[in-house]
């Protein structure tokens, strides 16, 4: 009974050993073929564990291309363009207008740097006039109104948060800065700082982009003396420490990263003032990543800020005191010069938090010159040349 069987299974185990045999030769390529691959895998799961640690800088574009299939995910990152004042004078009010249509016309301004500006995932601008209507008559300094056409200006040069807290955001009453956040709402503009309503008052806009929620906050020191109603105070956000420490912790909620506009400083002083250092610094320490400055009208240098984090960690934030004119028709000196800031944020997925990965200024200068007997406005990349220095 025994003997058939053991001959058979020797047979079957002959077989078996020559199929291997076989298989073994057929397939030996393709085994050495497979064992490259996994060992490149392998390698590839190394490479791609270093732009975790490493800067963005290092243009390791070899690691950023392997797609192995256990890649830890990158690091994602956000860019900010932020300009200061857009202002409206009287000349400039003038260059865009068209008698035949009797429209206006501001795309010349933004037209050599909107490639900056639309170039980052957001774009912030303070506009430092009123859109109240041409009822209203459209006028320059001191109290300000601009045409409506400024904000199609602003748009299609590619910004997204406009900052409508500051000293002239009242230079029309209550009407005028309501219908000034009515017009660029229907452009799709986002404003932050003022607000219509009691309710609509919601102390931060927030803007998503690539996974990184941004929460922008806006105040001003103060409206040029015209009165904010007692009754409302929604009406414009005032630069009060309480108020604005209140308004990061409930945007700290729901956003990773706090940038906190504030409309301060000395008018003309080129380099920030104590009291500016002061509160920005409170303010990073505080929570904040960036805070970003305007009202003086010329540049002020910023700094980066190191700051304890909630383990005790050292971690740097920035602050740009004042980003000067962005546009304008001022004279003084250096209120023609100014800068697009852009800001690169990185969430870094290891140790679950935002830094505030580069900073990079920009410089601009408005050029005016006179075509068709009327001033031009142009906003140029650069810093302005010496013939022309103040
Ligand atoms: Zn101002």
């Known amino acids: 009974m025994g003997r058939p069987w053991r001959r058979g299974g020797m047979i079957a185990g002959a077989a ?10 057929f397939y030996i390529d393709s085994f050495t073929g497979i064992f490259a691959k996994f060992s490149d895998a392998f390698r590839q799961i190394k490479n791609d564990t270093k732009p975790a640690t490493a800067t963005m800088d290092d243009g390791d574009k070899a690691a950023k291309d392997l797609h192995a299939p256990h890649n830890l ?24 207008y068209d008698s035949k249509t009797g429209r206006y016309n501001y795309f010349e301004f933004f037209q050599e740097v909107k490639g900056e500006i639309s170039s980052a995932d957001i774009a912030v601008a303070n506009l ?33 948060v406009i900052f409508t807290s500051n000293n002239h955001c009242l230079d029309r009453g209550e009407e ?4 000034t956040l009515e017009v660029l709402g229907k452009r799709g503009l986002s404003a932050v700082g003022t607000s219509r309503a009691a309710g609509e008052r919601t102390g ?3 803007k998503e982009i690539n996974g990184i929620k941004i929460a922008f906050l ?31 912790t409930k945007a700290g909620k729901s956003a990773d990263v706090l940038v906190v506009y504030l409309h301060f400083g000395q008018e ?20 904040a990543h960036v805070v970003l400055g305007s ?47 852009k800001i690169t944020l990185e969430k870094d997925l290891l140790k679950n938090r935002i830094n505030v990965k580069t900073i990079i200024q920009i410089p601009t200068w408005v050029d005016k010159f006179k075509r068709d007997g009327r001033m031009r406005y142009v906003v140029r990349l650069g810093e302005k040349p010496d013939a022309h220095k103040n």
């Not at 005028?176 to 219908?179: E, Q």
């Open 295 to 341: 009202h003086p009208h010329v540049t002020q240098p910023g700094e980066w800020v190191s700051v304890l984090g909630p383990e005790g960690e050292k971690l740097e934030r920035y602050v740009a005191y004042s980003l000067g004119n962005f546009v304008s028709a001022q004279r003084f000196p250096h209120t023609d010069e100014g800068m697009i800031l």
């Open 176 to 179: 005028g800065l309501v219908r």
């Open 268 to 287: 003309y002083q080129r380099v920030a003032s104590e009291q500016q250092r002061e509160l920005a610094r409170r303010l990073l320490q505080k929570g």
């Open 128 to 160: 430092e006039t009123t859109l109240g209507g041409r009822e209203r008559k459209f006028t320059g300094y001191p109290r300000f109104n601009s045409p409506d056409e400024l904000a199609d200006a602003l748009k299609e040069a590619g910004f997204d």
């Open 73 to 96: 995910p990158e690091n994602s990152t956000a860019t900010i363009a932020a300009v200061g004042d857009v202002m409206m004078h009287e000349g400039q009010i003038w260059s865009g």
């Open 16 to 25: 078996i050993l020559v199929i291997f045999v076989f298989l073994s030769i």
């Open 204 to 206: 931060a806009i927030i």
């Open 218 to 248: 806006a105040y001003t020191y103060g409206t040029n003396g015209n009165p904010i109603p007692k009754d409302k105070p929604y009406l414009v956000n005032l630069i009060d420490e309480d108020t604005i420490l209140k308004d990061m």
